[in-house]
């Protein structure tokens, strides 16, 4: 009933959704030509916009008044009235200087000479901005001495374009000057004197002047002013440095992406930021296809991803088996390309009071590159080159393996889209052939009979390898296409559009089926036993476009989105043990997809912007139609055949989704929110947010928050923020059900463990009536330092409390039930509830020094350091008095992440070669299914292997053979250290390290090559 006043609104979300995932067409014409569809939708016919001219920046009329101001916050408060930019270097022009200034109505141009003159200043439009300089023989009482000589010059950006506005000073005078529009200076200086050339966001340079010939100036980017200009977090466009901001964020840039060594995003944001974490499994369902992507100690699930500032969809499908991020739906980062990306913000702090459901944790933005000319080609290959020990017992000495041969192709380029606009693609392929580190089948029954000299006879006759499994990454080849682009249509308004399209088809290893397992095994079809092959082409798509600029005072950004998530599932070289020799042994396993329709309306406008106090006020709705649909396999892949009394149903290693699974579902969302932020003096910043939901499923939620930060004194300063937020259970979680799905234990034993939707009837049976939302209390503080020019601090100290968390049941006992006997389930099933209540506490420290030593080198010392502890509050029952908490379960999200981290890297810049060392140390992690060898003797000590902390070394060399060329050589893990092996070794020993948690992956040292040429 909330939601009835926006249907005109919902009914066109729900007809694009039916329009995009009902037309294969479509889809097919989105794979071939994602670009030109948006240039059409958006641009065409818009290629008339034309360049500013300097008297129509010049005619806007402004109304200000002010008495005894500083300069610099008058200029602030001209900028938001005349939507222009002011260029200007501090010390040249003294902005600290009060100024009185009384206007009316009056054209930008009588307002500059007015404020201007009397201060003998004088400027230049170009475009938007205007320049500002001193005027000509006005300056210090510096005579000019019959020695000085004019300097002229021109300084240019990383891309060869004019940088106007950039401050020129001779070093130890009160003499400067700043470029014109067209990037030249002119400026009277000695022989042997110093130039000092900076910019706001830019590496200063210092040249010595040795003759007085013109000079060409190169200005590069810094890598830290790219933090600045973040604004996830806040809704609002107010740059603010690390030690200024009210909440935790990390920000990776381009350069660290594409030079980290690691093979995807999400291992990339691993080894860079403290708090995440993607876990790398080996044979374990789903969860090879995305990496658990984990914040703060939290589930996949309860951190938010946004791509440009607007949220991405999650995936379709979720991992059933015990393991880290079981029963969890998270979202695929892996499908971005990082060549794509201009930086990734990781905020570490509860945000769902302003982003809505899922931001637990904290939010993880992408921000697609904007680049309107150039672009760069990034080749990448690596090998594994490890030597692992695989056997416990030692009697195998370790040997030497090369494998998980990977390459990668990316291009990114931009175009400009008429005059002022850009166009950015990037294009990518890559494929990794994956690796293996399983250990030789060894079981109790052999693996043809029991009898072990007549079992190896029959081994070494029929040419068996034992060593059949794999355990480690799976076969992927994917490839994609991502686009961003903008259009300014006027002084006012843009146009923009991104997205991107990826399709995967990743190839996962299953355990050894052995003749001499009776309930799995076909003689007649494989006479010596097989492995199964679980392939999955997985569709992956996203589409926004929307208009953004002023709305009278106010920054406005409308837009609309599509998303779609889909994956096709199958067996391979596997049999449907019940139909005997009548089995196929190729199925089509079934489909699961996601949908998401987006609009988003967002205001914000600063009042008394450059004075104290100001106030930021941002409001805006977000209405979400979201689908899920799951399509059933072949009856084969499902059907109980004419054996199944004695032998396995469905297709052997993923069992097919039944038509009793499949259906499709729906529901819609609506929010809106109010955001306020305000420096309320120099020192101190508060900001509030609060946000109600309205969802078509389970209802409505409130979530708030309320933030601070206050310096202290120079230079440290002190923040805090309190947030009440929440997750909404997602789609997957409340309409998934498998009922012939089958897992096994430790010792390789089928264990039927059927899934039944949390809406069913029977799911009733049980006292579960349907998925309410999760509740997140998040407190946190803080403190933050900047010391001189090149190092910060901060440090954070958090707890975050979560109420009714979701997690799929353990087997439940339903024998005594008879709706379930009568349903075909005379023994266990499994339900998504709201089980368990937890906390979660951790410490953040993290600290940077980048400094230049010398005119060509730069020198980089960044640690960071992370430590949590999860415990469980409480448990709950369903209403019936059932005790659905599944304590292994339980004890993946209490004991499976590492418990602490460390990252410390050390670069060095020095003309063409760059060297780095980055150390990460990965606290210990439990495996509640690892069993001891021996059983300990302390009764309070836990029963299940625990993994101790490892260290991991990475080394790199960059050489720059010319300014756009670099080439990297790494070597990731350079000792080859591995995580421990488990005591006993699971599933017929094929399982040697832990399949359901680790610390970082089991590949040992990889060796890679990255060539990156920039254009």
Not at 57 to 74: A, H, I, K, M, P
Request: with cysteine; hydrophobic share 40%; glycine share 8%.
């Amino acid at each position: 009933m909330g939601v009835r006043f926006l249907l005109p609104i919902l009914n066109p979300l729900k007809s694009m959704h039916f329009f995009i995932t009902r037309h294969s067409l479509l889809l097919r014409l989105m794979k071939l030509s994602c670009a030109p569809l948006l240039v059409t939708l958006l641009f065409s016919g818009l290629t008339y916009a034309t360049e500013i001219r300097a008297q129509e920046v010049l005619d806007r009329t402004v109304t200000l008044q002010c008495y005894n101001q500083q300069l610099e916050r008058v200029l602030a408060q001209l900028e938001t009235l005349a939507q222009v930019k002011f260029v200007f270097s501090s010390r040249l022009i003294q902005s600290n200087r009060l100024v009185t200034l009384s206007i009316r109505q009056d054209p930008l141009s009588n307002v500059l000479n007015q404020l201007l003159q009397p201060l003998q200043l004088s400027y230049e439009v170009s475009g938007n901005k205007i320049i500002l300089n001193r005027s000509a023989g006005t300056g210090p009482n510096e005579p000019r001495l019959a020695s000085m000589e004019a300097m002229t010059g021109k300084v240019l950006d990383e891309r060869g374009e004019a940088m106007p506005g950039v401050s020129v000073v001779i070093k130890g005078t009160q003499r400067g000057t700043v470029t014109s529009p067209d990037g030249h200076f002119t400026i009277d200086a000695n022989r042997g004197e110093t130039l000092i050339f900076s910019y706001i966001g830019y590496i200063s340079r210092e040249l010595v002047i040795e003759n007085f010939t013109p000079l060409t100036v190169g200005m590069k980017q810094s890598e830290a002013s790219l933090s600045e200009v973040v604004v996830v977090g806040s809704r609002f466009a107010q740059p603010r440095t690390d030690v200024d901001r009210p909440v935790a964020i990390d920000v990776i840039n381009a350069k660290e992406l594409q030079t980290s060594g690691q093979v995807d995003l999400g291992q990339a944001i691993t080894f860079a930021a403290p708090s995440f974490n993607a876990v790398k499994f080996g044979i374990n369902d789903a969860a090879p296809f995305v990496d658990p992507a984990t914040l703060r100690g939290l589930g996949p699930d309860q951190v938010l991803v946004l791509v440009n500032n607007k949220r991405r969809h999650k995936v379709s499908f979720l991992s059933i088996n015990d393991g880290v991020g079981k029963g969890q739906v998270g979202t695929d980062i892996n499908a971005v390309p990082a060549l794509s990306l201009k930086r990734v913000e990781v905020l570490r702090d509860g945000a769902a009071a302003q982003y809505g459901s899922d931001a637990i944790a904290g939010v993880i933005n992408l921000e697609l590159n904007d680049a309107a000319e150039g672009g760069t080609v990034n080749v990448f290959t690596g090998i594994g080159y490890s030597k692992p020990n695989l056997d416990m017992t030692g009697h195998t000495p370790p040997a030497l393996i090369t494998d998980g041969a990977t390459y990668n192709l990316n291009a990114n380029f931009g175009l400009k889209l008429a005059r002022r606009g850009f166009f950015n693609t990037t294009l990518t392929y890559s494929h990794t052939d994956g690796y293996d580190r399983s250990g030789t089948y060894k079981a109790s029954s052999g693996f043809y009979v029991a009898d072990p000299v007549q079992d190896a006879l029959l081994v070494k006759q029929n040419n068996i390898d034992l060593k059949q499994a794999v355990l480690g990454s799976a076969r992927n080849t994917t490839y994609g296409l991502f686009i961003n682009a903008g259009l300014p249509l006027n002084n006012n308004w843009q146009l923009y559009g991104f997205g991107g399209y990826t399709h995967k088809h990743v190839v996962t290893g299953v355990f050894t089926r052995a003749p001499s397992n009776t309930r799995r095994s076909v003689l007649s079809i494989f006479p010596n036993g097989y492995n199964p092959e679980a392939p999955a082409n997985l569709l992956d798509y996203s589409l926004t476009a929307g208009i953004k600029g002023k709305l009278r005072s106010w920054n406005s950004d409308f837009s609309l989105s599509q998303s779609m998530n889909q994956v096709d599932w199958y067996a391979n070289n596997t049999v449907n043990p019940s139909l005997g020799d009548q089995s196929p042994t190729s199925f089509y396993v079934g489909q699961t997809r996601i949908t998401q329709s987006l609009f988003n309306a967002d205001v914000a406008r600063t009042f008394r912007q450059g004075s104290y106090p100001n106030f930021n006020l941002g409001a805006g709705t977000e209405i979400r139609y979201e689908t899920y649909r799951l399509r059933s396999g072949d009856p084969s892949s499902y059907e109980a055949g004419p054996l199944r009394q004695t032998k396995d149903v469905g297709s052997s290693g993923r069992e097919g989704f039944s038509d009793r699974a499949a259906g499709q579902w729906g529901r819609t969302n609506v929010g809106v929110y109010v955001e306020g932020e305000s420096d309320l003096t120099r020192k101190l910043l508060v900001g509030a947010a609060v946000r109600f939901e309205n969802y078509s499923d389970f209802g409505s939620n409130l979530s708030y928050k309320l933030n601070s930060r206050y310096k202290i004194a120079e230079p440290f300063a002190v923040r805090a923020s309190f947030s009440r937020g929440f997750r909404a259970p997602s789609m997957t979680q409340t309409y998934y059900s498998n009922y012939i799905n089958i897992s096994f234990d430790n010792n390789n034993n089928s264990i039927i463990n059927p899934i039944i939707p949390a809406s069913s009837d029977l799911a009733q049976q049980l006292g579960v009536d349907g998925l309410k939302q999760e509740i997140s209390w998040d407190y946190s503080t803080g403190i933050t330092s900047k010391i001189g020019q090149y190092f910060t601090l901060t440090a954070d100290l958090y707890q975050i409390d979560v109420n009714n968390r979701i997690m799929l049941s353990g087997n439940i006992n339903v024998s005594k039930i008879p709706q379930f006997v009568a349903a075909g389930f005379p023994q266990s099933a499994n339900v998504f509830v709201n089980a368990i209540d937890t906390r979660t506490r951790g410490f953040e420290l993290v600290t940077t020094y980048n400094r230049p030593v010398g005119v060509k080198s730069k020198l980089g010392i960044n640690l960071a350091y992370s430590s949590m502890n999860t415990i469980v509050r409480a448990t709950r029952k369903t209403s019936t008095g059932v005790e659905v908490a599944d304590q292994v379960a339980t004890l993946y999200i209490t004991e499976g992440l590492p418990k602490g981290k460390f990252i410390g890297t050390l670069s060095y810049d020095f003309g063409k070669i760059g060297l780095m060392v980055r150390g990460s140390r990965f606290g210990q992690v439990s495996d509640p299914l690892a069993t001891l060898a021996q059983k300990p003797t302390d009764v309070n000590a836990p029963t299940y292997q625990v993994f101790g902390a490892k260290t991991l070394f990475d080394l790199s060399v960059t050489f720059r053979p010319i300014r756009k060329l670099s080439i990297i050589g790494m070597a990731n893990n350079i000792f080859d250290v591995y995580p421990s092996l488990l005591q006993i070794p699971q599933t017929a020993n094929e399982v040697v390290f832990s399949r359901r948690t680790n610390q970082f992956g089991m590949q040992g040292r990889f060796m890679n090559l990255t060539v990156n040429y920039a254009f």
